[in-house]
């Protein structure tokens, strides 16, 4: 089965960084475009970056050009690089490949 392990997240003061991982093992890692995305308390999960397969980008409106996400099919992981980051940052962020999801990571951006 498909298993997702972030990991990476941690308390931050607002204007770091941080940077989140996830490990995946079960699947074809490098044939599977890979999403990020995160949770705050009280609200819907949304959508935060995405990578393809072949390695093109997206990202929500919100996080461009402060986050940047990237991917190393040699260790199966993507990468979640955040920068400038705001107190509205703060969530759980989960990683996701086709329909399966991890645990989470906790991101708090203190002001």
């Known amino acids: 089965q498909v298993q997702l392990v972030e990991s990476g997240g941690g308390l931050v003061q607002a204007g770091g960084s941080l940077r989140l991982s996830c490990t995946a093992s079960g699947v074809a890692f490098r044939f599977n475009g890979m999403g990020w995305y995160r949770q705050a308390p009280g609200k819907q999960r949304e959508f935060v970056a995405s990578?393809?397969?072949?390695?093109?980008?997206n990202y929500a409106d919100s996080v461009k050009g402060r986050f940047t996400i990237s991917r190393d099919n040699a260790k199966n992981t993507v990468y979640l690089q955040m920068n400038s980051l705001k107190p509205e940052d703060t969530a759980v962020y989960y990683c996701s490949v086709r329909a399966d999801w991890g645990q989470g990571t906790q991101v708090t951006v203190s002001s």
């Open positions: 990578v393809t397969s072949g390695g093109s980008t």
